[in-house]
């Protein structure tokens, strides 16, 4: 099928390759294009002198690495408009009713009482001490605090690890590849994988390589065999020696990989000597709780900020049921695990945390020095006062396991409406174990455009999964199309060319819209093939 | 004279070439040296089993931008002990007295009311939305707020400039770097600068070449030969096309640029096609406030975190005293301007803010999306709250005011000190009229070890302000060398090698502390000179 220019194209605001400039005018423009939630539009430049001339051309300037970048394709996807009415189970973004803060007061009241918090053998941890300049790893207290949380549910198995804080799991990704990676070099990822990985990989100038997933996640036979086989004059670099990672719950498949999946990809890495980024940000997020608790809590207590806690068993088979991460099994001291405050706490307060070999936590805190310094002292101080003061490790793992139970609850009102209205001759999918995505497969064999036989090529899969995407954000949700999340080359060819892929999230609609959002995704799909 | 291993030399802990595992093992032995205000030490890693083995060398695995990156040097100066009594004329900390919150609640109470703030054609606010995902440009609420101010400020002259938020200046200098510059390039600076630009220049692999200065600041003179007389196959790149400049109270000279000099640095941009970083932190201190109004605030007050209002005259005579900046210059659009919330605001919510033309804040809002996505939540609301609904433009502009006079009779105690204290036959400085710092030419011509009419090598400039600055901080007081802040090559070669220099900072101690200070400095220079 020829690239056509069919009103019923995507808009080019869908595009991934969308210009920064176009991306302010759609803005400006209160466009449809919508995010989960609402956000007010951003100010135009305030220069609103037409006399004066515009700025002499920037261009001839950009480095290499700045000159082709316009930033995270994702984050394009979800400009929000605030007039939207569109149902969100497009992006990744949780709800504010799932944050643990309900209410803080952030003013300048001299007649407050000082808020201070005391720790033994550390000075008080106060308004004063966060405001002023802070260490590069983290403040001492909140890393405590992590170091704890870490040892407890990793206990990494060599002696010199350790942990520092990041200004979020984006920017410790960044830096994780600055630190391993030089431009032209190969990195790893899974064949599907997270769009902010591809966008941070090629302004870096990496050649991504995807490798075959199947129901356990990534395939430690096709990374074997990658690796064995590779051929630096064609693939033009070195064999590479970083894979990247999402074991639980993964973007966009939702594929948990299983303790079995994790011992024979680290095997492949000890073999091969690879550095492993463990991005790892929906953990905690266990969609198969004990069916003893999961009567869901009461929605009143959690639109207060106050998820009501499990039970006791409920909170031993949580921990019980937590798959050991690829950080418990490193007795090299070969994984980077980043851990992030955003899907199990709040993502506003762009707080994440790094655990690796002492040597690699040291080129963190390095690279901390010259670009955030530390990450914002109200946060940390926000964060430590939750988890240290309110709850305790205890009440963290308690707050986990009840978060966890909400999440399934709508996975499965999600999973339910699949069930109910997606044409199950077309569409399937499995039922994920961990975080918040489904991960949809429509089948292209009955699809009128298609001869018998024949195979698309990714730019007609594209162009149907962008249609089907357009269509159903025409109708009133917003879902992800799968050509978004393709890393690079696939290895071995997924041979999967006669369907296209849609990533579903139940982390941000409500029940309601759960159910119409697929409903009209429904739509969406049949429509495509009538 | 030849490197020594008298004890007297510098410790290692104070050279800026320190290992990270050093500072590690110093941070944990409770080593004396300090920062400006003591933080607590933090924890070592939490692995405690000795019986497990340690990690593999992780060193062949870095890439070769970070495989010799440590960090940034004036922070480990800064390593800070909790059982110092070490006077803090070193690191350009702000006093936590002189942050405009004085007390914030920042804890999860389900009784508090909510606080919500409502803009008029904004969205609300609040807690809920500061925690969700953010623009990657900094939120509409504030960003507003900016672009007014900068254009009440800094009116640039051309059309298409705008304003984003960044994650501290910090972040905003290794962003507009990587924008800009290519391994390998030169990069312009003044012949001393920050420390925290030569880090990232060196972790990027720039050559920096150092600019000469005189008492208005970097000379144009030496710029425009410098950039006439390139030698391409001499200095092994292109001429370069990036000038990092610290336009007020520059660190660590303390000098200021006139209007006319930065119309004449502008020039030879013009002539030479370069891009300005103009790193602007002190902008708004400005030490020559109306004498009408000089009158010490109440320590009471202050301590309350409220710094009395200045007159209305004393604001007039404060934002007429502003000297326009190189972006109110800015014809081209080729300016970059830094502002930072760390000297005027506070350093712990790691808030900047840059302005230039659209096409590069494209950019900065792009290495935004996968480094730290957007600033902190909670620090942006807390800006926001302080300046939008608590001050307003011209409350901000009375505290700047206020603040500069705070600034000014902390300069004129340091100042009345080293007047006192130190040798004038040896020492000699420059009054300055913005920032925090003073800086003291001490010359070597009647020093001991000289013979009189050589010419010192830098390696002995540098052996002879360690020993002093350690002579110094084992008296009792932190002062900061010289040496730490010479950018690369100078050109042209600045004929001074018979002085050596030292960056003092009114910035963090109390009155009675700089007058203390300055005398246990002026004893480890007279001591150097026995």
Not at 166 to 186: H, K, M, P, V
Not at 426 to 452: A, E, K, N, Q
């Amino acid at each position: 099928m020829a690239q056509s220019t069919d009103p019923s194209d995507p808009p080019p605001a869908l595009h991934p390759t969308l210009e920064p400039s176009t991306r302010r005018m759609i803005a400006g423009d209160h466009s449809r294009l919508v995010a989960s939630l609402p956000l007010p539009t951003p100010p135009s430049s305030s220069s609103s002198s037409s006399s004066k001339d515009r700025s002499r051309p920037s261009q001839h300037h950009f480095s290499t690495e700045s000159k082709q970048f316009t930033g995270a394709a994702l984050k394009k996807l979800a400009t929000p408009s605030p007039d939207s009415v569109i149902l969100p189970l497009g992006a990744g973004r949780p709800s504010p009713e799932l944050f643990p803060w309900d209410c803080t007061s952030i003013k300048p009241s001299p007649s407050a009482e000082k808020n201070r918090f005391v720790l033994k053998d550390a000075v008080d941890y106060d308004l004063s001490s966060v405001l002023d300049y802070g260490y590069a790893e983290g403040s001492p207290q909140l890393l405590r605090f992590m170091r704890e949380h870490v040892k407890i549910f990793h206990s990494p198995p060599y002696a010199d690890w350790t942990t520092c804080l990041s200004s979020g799991s984006t920017s410790a990704l960044e830096i994780a590849l600055r630190i391993f990676c030089n431009r032209g070099d190969a990195v790893l990822t899974e064949h599907h994988t997270y769009p902010g990985f591809k966008e941070v990989a090629g302004l870096m100038g990496l050649a991504m390589h995807g490798v075959a997933m199947d129901t356990e996640g990534i395939r430690p036979d096709s990374l074997r065999t990658m690796l064995q086989n590779w051929d630096k004059k064609l693939h033009r670099t070195e064999r590479p020696s970083v894979l990247y990672t999402i074991p639980s719950g993964q973007n966009p498949t939702g594929v948990t990989q299983t303790h079995k999946r994790k011992q024979e990809i680290y095997e492949v890495a000890e073999q091969f000597d690879l550095i492993i980024i463990e991005d790892d940000p929906y953990y905690f997020i266990q969609l198969e709780t004990s069916t003893a608790a999961t009567a869901p809590p009461s929605r009143d207590n959690v639109a207060n900020g106050h998820i009501p806690t499990v039970s006791s068993s409920a909170e031993t088979y949580f921990t019980k049921n937590l798959i050991p991460s690829y950080l418990s099994l490193d007795k090299s001291g070969r994984v980077v695990r980043l851990d992030s405050a955003s899907k199990i706490l709040a993502p506003g307060l762009r707080i994440g945390w790094v655990t690796a070999n002492e040597s690699v936590i040291d080129k963190f805190a390095s690279y901390h020095e010259v670009c955030t310094a530390f990450p914002s002292g109200p946060s940390q101080l926000m964060v430590f006062n939750q988890l240290c003061e309110n709850w305790g490790a205890h009440g963290f793992v308690n707050w986990l396991a009840s978060l966890s139970m909400r999440y399934q609850k709508r996975r499965d009102i999600l999973l339910q409406a699949c069930q109910d209205h997606l044409p199950q001759d077309i569409c399937t999918w499995d039922i994920p174990t961990r975080g918040m995505f489904v991960w949809i497969r429509v089948d292209l064999s009955s699809h009128p455009d298609l001869v018998s036989g024949t195979e698309l090529t990714p730019l007609e899969s594209s162009n149907i999964d962008g249609r089907i995407m357009t269509r159903a954000f025409e109708n009133g949700v917003q879902v992800t199309n799968g050509s978004l999340f393709e890393a690079g080359t696939p290895f071995p060819s997924q041979n999967d060319q006669r369907a296209v892929f849609f990533r579903l999230t139940f982390a941000a609609a409500t029940d309601k819209e759960l159910v119409s959002g697929v409903q009209l995704f429904a739509k969406a799909v049949q429509d495509e093939f009538m």
